[in-house]
């Protein structure tokens, strides 16, 4: 076995045990001990003023694990690194072209657009146009200013902070855990599920974790607002994340009807779980930001091209390095690309699906504005 396969191995078994570590031991012992004091000191006598004066274990844990998740975000080299180049000197090269030198062609492998190229190797139906990733401004700031204000200021947030924390912890281990799969050794498609694997691990955390808020009082009421946006912002958009990677593996080994399904069925599912959120929770958010990665998936296009086949220089220093002999360059995947009509009806559907998540989160917000 290889080192590489054992790690996704190791990785995968670490998960599951974290998961079941946290579910059974951490986050009883924090939801049945959230003040428990483990700096500071003074207050004098216990009680009240030996809380304040302290630093609260679920505190330091939320902190903690936010700041080990802002620093495995910021070590470059990942796959996502790559994408973003790719789409930068996408857009370069087209800035660059005059207008008169432009193939009109729709089947161009060189998108007209911002996003990754066509044919890139890290495409699928699947795949989001380049704005939408902009959202994890938004999470990350968010998360920053609950964790600040529930840790370091005397707010209303303490209760619905300290009941997600086990569960917020896990969901930024993980994170941070797959910012050390999602790079090229895991590109293969036999190492790269554990990507998928790991997300929908942390979106089910960050499930449990706006759940947690949800029980304190039976709602995702304002008083929780600064806490339980962020987990839930987050929460939607790794599912979505996890249903981008699973597609990317589904890309790779499956034939168009495969891909088609395992699309279609990721959206269906997206819409399933902001149709349950908006109507059984009252959660606005989680259908919203389905609503904003599906109508990114559907501005992409989801149009693929093969892969562009190797130069002639290449393909002579592949030669030299084999002893005169080469493996054939032909495109063998072609026929796994969905066809134009195909593609064209996913976009269709999963632009439907955004417009319903839509309409889930319009209601809610309506219900709450009259209901306020």
Not at 118 to 126: E, G, H, Q, T
């Amino acid at each position: 076995m290889k080192a590489g396969d054992a790690a996704v191995g190791l990785v995968a078994c670490g998960t599951a045990w974290a998961v079941y570590l946290t579910k059974t031991r951490v986050d009883p012992f924090l939801s049945r001990r959230p003040f428990a004091t483990v700096l500071g000191g003074g207050g004098g006598g216990g009680g009240r003023g030996h809380i304040v004066s302290s630093m609260a274990l679920w505190k330091v844990v939320n902190v903690a694990s936010y700041a080990m998740n802002v620093v495995s975000v910021s070590i470059p080299g990942r796959i996502d690194d790559q994408m973003a180049k790719e789409m930068k000197e996408n857009k370069n090269n087209n800035s660059n072209k005059k207008d008169d030198d432009r193939d009109d062609d729709k089947n161009d492998e060189q998108d007209r657009t911002k996003n990754i190229r066509r044919n890139s190797k890290y495409r699928s139906l699947f795949t989001p146009a380049g704005y939408a990733f902009a959202i994890w401004g938004f999470i990350f700031t968010s998360e920053f200013v609950f964790v600040t204000r529930s840790s370091f200021f005397n707010t209303s947030d303490d209760t619905f902070a300290a009941n997600a924390t086990g569960f917020f912890a896990l969901a930024n281990v993980l994170q941070s855990a797959w910012c050390f799969t999602f790079r090229d050794w895991t590109e293969e498609p036999k190492r790269h599920w554990i990507n998928a694997f790991v997300l929908g691990a942390e979106a089910l955390a960050l499930w449990m974790a706006k759940e947690r808020v949800f029980e304190v009082n039976g709602s995702f009421s304002k008083e929780s607002s600064f806490v339980s946006v962020p987990l839930r912002t987050h929460f939607a958009w790794i599912v979505c994340a996890c249903g981008i990677n699973l597609n990317t593996v589904v890309a790779k080994v499956g034939s168009a009807s495969v891909q088609m399904f395992a699309a279609i069925g990721t959206a269906f599912a997206a819409t399933a779980i902001g149709a349950y959120s908006s109507l059984r929770k009252g959660d606005a958010v989680t259908p919203l930001v389905f609503a904003w990665a599906l109508y990114a998936i559907h501005k992409d296009g989801a149009h693929r091209a093969p892969p562009a086949s190797p130069s002639k220089p290449d393909v002579d220093t592949k030669r030299a390095k084999s002893g005169g002999k080469v493996a054939s360059t032909k495109n063998t995947s072609t026929n796994e690309i969905p066809s134009k009509t195909n593609t064209k009806l996913f976009t269709d559907i999963v632009r439907a699906c955004a417009c319903i998540n839509a309409a889930f989160a319009a209601c809610v917000a309506f219900f709450e504005f009259f209901a306020s």
